[in-house]
């Protein structure tokens, strides 16, 4: 039996799969970031990462999910 996974079933997400999360472009995530704005990220082996509880605790704080 195939599972279907949702981004909620992963630990980490990247900063194209935030943009799709958050209809922006990834390089609005990018200035956002710059600007101590937008949800809180990692660099895990030179990738920008989102941990996916700071995610779900974004998109609640600005009732966005």
């Known amino acids: 039996m195939n ?4 981004w909620e079933d992963k630990m980490y997400l990247l900063r194209k799969e935030v943009a ?6 990834s390089g609005t995530l990018a200035n956002w ?3 101590g704005r937008g949800p809180y990220f990692c660099r895990m ?3 920008v990462c989102y ?3 700071q995610l779900k ?3 609640q ?4 999910g």
């Open 3 to 6: 599972k279907t996974y949702s």
């Open 20 to 25: 799709q999360i958050l209809r922006v472009s």
């Open 33 to 35: 970031a710059s600007e």
């Open 45 to 47: 082996e030179g990738k």
């Open 51 to 53: 941990p996916t509880s």
């Open 57 to 59: 605790a974004y998109l």
């Open 61 to 64: 704080k600005h009732n966005l």
